[in-house]
Each structure stands twice: as C-alpha cells, then as structure tokens.
C-alpha cells in the first residue's frame, strides 16, 4: 500500500531542521516511536481526524501524541503531496501556547510561499 502523504521535516534556510533535531535531543525512543507511529497514521489515512489530528486554522494541523514524557503536539501543513513537519513541543496545559503557534504559522507561510 502506498502512502497517501510523503512526510518532510521543514527546513531552515540554513538547512537545519529544528523539528528532526527536537525529536532527536528533547525525546525519549519510546516517545519517538509512539509519534512516529502516529505519524505514520496520518501518512496513510489522509485526510484524518480525532483522536490522533485536530485542525488548528486553515492549512494547519497537529499530530497529538501521549508518550511517557507527557503530551506531544506535532503542527504540520500539506504542501502538495507533502505532509511537513513544521514545529513540535511537549504540552503542558490545553491551549497551544501563542508563541509555539506563531512560529509554526511563520514556518507554514515559508512553506507555502
């Protein structure tokens, strides 16, 4: 079967990316499993929703993944046939902090320019 969605992580115009570096040093292997697992949902059952996606605004999604370190929170965009990573933290109350939101708008806005 293939995928619905290739998976990109975005990428800096100094060809850094900040996402697959955040996954690497702020989150455990198991944690990195479970979000690669989800992300591997949304890859093949595109368009998707609840529990594992939640549309944020227009052009923007989360990944929502539980992992040992607490709740993790992947914000992408489509681009194409794209699925791009753009920004992932650790959750700590119910709301998307502003400045999380902010940067991964920015970063969608570069990606889809």
Known sequence: MQPILSVRFYRTT?????????LIEQVS?????????DIKTV????PIGMPVV?????????????????ISRLLFTVSGSD???????????????KADLALAET?????NA
Do not use: C, Y
């Open 107 to 111: 970063r969608m806005k570069e990606v």
């Open 14 to 22: 100094s060809g850094k990316e900040p996402v697959r570096d955040w």
């Open 29 to 37: 292997l198991g944690a990195r499993k479970a979000i690669g697992a």
């Open 83 to 97: 699925l791009v990573l753009l920004h992932g933290f650790i959750k700590k109350t119910q709301a998307i902090p």
């Open 54 to 70: 939640r549309k944020i605004e227009p052009g923007l999604w989360e990944v929502r993944s539980n992992i040992p370190e607490g």
């Open 43 to 46: 890859q093949f059952g595109w």
